[in-house]
């Protein structure tokens, strides 16, 4: 069983920064595919970056594309999203997941364990 907790979330202004964390326990970390989702208010959850197990490969939605980079350390068990120059429509809670696959996935049913969650606010 694999759990995950998200850090970093909160409030910032339109054309900031944040950098969202998430530390996994209880599994082989470097076993599984890692991702962000967010959802927002009314609105079903939707991707937003993906990374393999050895962090070679990335995916990312269109939307974020340029702005965001997710990463991972292997070794500190630990994947990272980092947001730059973020919008208002970014604003949503982002969930960290965890896919008992070794490749990047980009589709919800893919992920096994999933994090409680963390708030981002994006002021205009």
């Known amino acids: 069983q694999v759990q995950l907790v998200e850090s970093g979330g909160g409030l910032v202004q339109a054309g900031g920064s944040l950098r969202l964390s998430c530390a996994a326990s209880?599994?082989?970390?470097?076993?599984?595919?890692m991702g962000w989702f967010r959802q927002a208010p009314g609105k079903e959850r939707e991707f937003v970056a993906a990374?393999?197990?050895?962090?070679?490969?990335?995916y990312y939605e269109d939307s974020v594309k340029g702005r965001f980079t997710i990463s991972r350390d292997n070794a500190k068990n630990t994947v990272y999203l980092q947001m730059n120059s973020l919008k208002p429509e970014d604003t949503a809670v982002y969930y960290c997941?965890?896919?008992?696959?070794?490749?990047?996935?980009?589709?919800?049913?893919?992920?096994?364990?999933w994090g409680q969650g963390t708030q981002v606010t994006v002021s205009s």
């Open positions: 997941a965890a896919a008992a696959v070794l490749f990047a996935v980009t589709t919800t049913r893919h992920y096994n364990y």
């Open positions: 990374i393999n197990w050895n962090g070679a490969n990335t």
């Open positions: 209880g599994g082989t970390f470097s076993s599984y595919g």
